[in-house]
């Protein structure tokens, strides 16, 4: 299907009250279990003061929230769910549009979203992210149906269609949805893409994945999220110009944070890492404050760095840089930029070939595959 027709089922079927019904809203009184574990990992995780569940249904996540102290509410767009919700419940809930929340800026530790926005048409998919992060002063909690690779969790649902795949290759959202023999979408379900395609469609919204704490979150055995098949996302603004190496702002391909005491904070990249800041006015270098490794470890690093900045519709390089760094070298690498766009995200590449490391070394049980030693990165 086209995205045009894809956007006539949404207004058609799916956005009309008859869709989440009365029968359907009563399905989901019998187990609210999941519910529970989910406002407990909001506890453990986030320690918000204050939270919002868009695409709340019954209400459930509010209900557990607020017996843990949390000034929570939620929001839902079928008047059916929210009349249907316990009545003590329902005076922290409203109905309202995802697309259009009426409500104040940066009013929220947390704002969670589930199952929502495979619910939209691909337009107005970018309102409903918008309005997600406007709201919001915290992080951004989201689930929904992902397929393919994760690197910060299990792997995704599998692209058992041909279709997919091929969609999935070309990293647009699949134009194959599931209907039934009436032409009803499968669960109201209307855009499904890849955890790559979300991924950088965060991104171009300057948010950028907390990966560090999605792996906490899906390896808590105690929660269990996996057992509900969540594919999940930890969003955060991209509002900095600084980041150090304890802070979570960073993307894929770094490891843990080490303490070197007098040396500061650092993290590994791993051959290949990436980060991502955000300009604040008339910045003209990118400064990577490193160190190249101890001699037991590594004979040389050699490398380049790549800053691209998104304008949404394409990807510009802004600045390039190879270096060759001596054994056992603090110092800062500067990349010159030009033509920055203002209030779009830069992202950092960081890219090394070494001729030696951990997993070279005979009987060591460091299999990591390590680039430089990172203790921040920041404009100037």
Not at 24 to 33: F, G, L, M, R
Not at 182 to 210: I, M
Not at 283 to 305: A, M, N, Q
Not at 359 to 380: C, M, P, Q, W
Request: net charge negative.
């Amino acid at each position: 299907m086209t995205p045009s027709e894809i956007e006539d089922l949404y207004y058609k079927i799916v956005r009309t009250p008859e869709f989440y019904n009365e029968d359907y809203a009563n399905e989901w009184k019998k187990d609210d279990t999941p519910q529970n574990i989910i406002s407990k990992m909001a506890v453990k995780y986030f320690k918000p003061a204050r939270v919002i569940d868009i695409g709340c249904g019954l209400g459930n996540v509010v209900k557990y929230l607020r017996k843990e102290g949390v000034d929570a509410y939620g929001i839902d767009y079928s008047e059916t769910f929210i009349n249907t919700a316990l009545p003590d419940l329902r005076k922290f809930l409203r109905v309202g549009d995802v697309t259009q929340l009426d409500l104040k800026e940066k009013s929220f530790d947390l704002v969670i979203c589930m199952e929502v926005l495979e619910h939209l048409p691909l337009k107005l998919v970018d309102k409903a992210i918008d309005e997600l992060k406007k709201i919001c002063k915290g992080s951004i909690f989201i689930t929904m149906p992902c397929f393919g690779p994760n690197e910060y969790g299990p792997y995704a649902l599998p692209l058992y269609e041909k279709g997919w795949f091929e969609d999935a290759k070309k990293n647009i959202p699949f134009s194959q949805i599931v209907v039934d023999e009436k032409g009803v979408p499968d669960c109201g379900h209307l855009t499904l893409a890849t955890y790559r395609w979300w991924s950088e469609k965060f991104l171009q919204h300057n948010l950028v994945r907390d990966g560090n704490l999605e792996i906490k979150i899906n390896d808590d055995r105690e929660l269990d999220l996996r057992r509900w098949n969540w594919n999940i996302y930890v969003l955060n603004k991209i509002s900095s110009n600084n980041i150090s190496a304890e802070n979570s702002q960073f993307g894929s391909g770094w490891y843990h944070v080490e303490d070197w005491g007098n040396n500061g904070q650092i993290r590994w990249t791993e051959k290949e890492a990436e980060a991502f800041l955000m300009p604040q006015g008339h910045e003209t270098t990118c400064k990577i404050d490193f160190y190249s490794g101890p001699r037991e470890l590594i004979y040389d690093t050699k490398g380049e760095i790549i800053i691209e900045q998104d304008d949404s519709t394409s990807t510009f390089e802004k600045g390039k840089i190879k270096f060759s760094l001596p054994v056992h070298e603090w110092g800062i690498i500067e990349v010159p930029l030009s033509k920055l766009i203002p209030g779009r995200h830069l992202r950092v590449k960081i890219k090394c070939d070494r001729k030696f490391n951990p997993r070279r070394i005979l009987n060591s049980t460091d299999n990591r595959e390590l680039g430089i030693a990172v203790r921040r990165i920041y404009l100037e």
